[in-house]
């Protein structure tokens, strides 16, 4: 079991930037690929962006693409997103979420991932 704990959400114009962050309980994230997930109000979770493992692969959905950027730290077992050029459409609850096992590419369906942090709220006005 891994407790994952998102940080970073809040409230930005449109157009400006947040770092979300999500920390790990234990060392065995560093075997884990990492994926950022978000809900609007009303919408299904859907994805963002996957990390494999040793942080050779990296997906995007694309809406996010070339706004976002995954990366993470597994000395500091934390997984990041870069968001800039933030649009109200990118409103949200965002999670980070955790594939126990070592794909070769991270998986970008919310049913391949084994654990779950609470989610961190965006909120972009326009």
């Known amino acids: 079991q891994v407790q994952l704990v998102e940080s970073g959400g809040g409230l930005v114009q449109a157009g400006g930037s947040l770092r979300l962050s999500c920390a790990a309980s234990?060392?065995?994230?560093?075997?884990?690929?990492m994926g950022w997930f978000r809900q609007a109000p009303g919408k299904e979770r859907e994805f963002v962006a996957a990390?494999?493992?040793?942080?050779?692969?990296?997906i995007y959905a694309d809406s996010v693409k070339g706004r976002f950027t995954i990366s993470r730290d597994n000395a500091k077992n934390t997984l990041y997103l870069q968001m800039n050029s933030l649009k109200p459409e990118d409103t949200a609850v965002y999670y980070c979420?955790?594939?126990?096992?070592?794909?070769?590419?991270?998986?970008?369906?919310?049913?391949?991932?084994?654990?779950w942090g609470q989610g961190t709220q965006v909120t972009v006005s326009s």
């Open positions: 979420a955790a594939d126990r096992s070592k794909r070769y590419y991270p998986p970008s369906s919310r049913d391949l991932y084994d654990y």
């Open positions: 990390m494999s493992w040793n942080g050779g692969n990296t």
């Open positions: 234990r060392r065995t994230f560093s075997s884990y690929a």
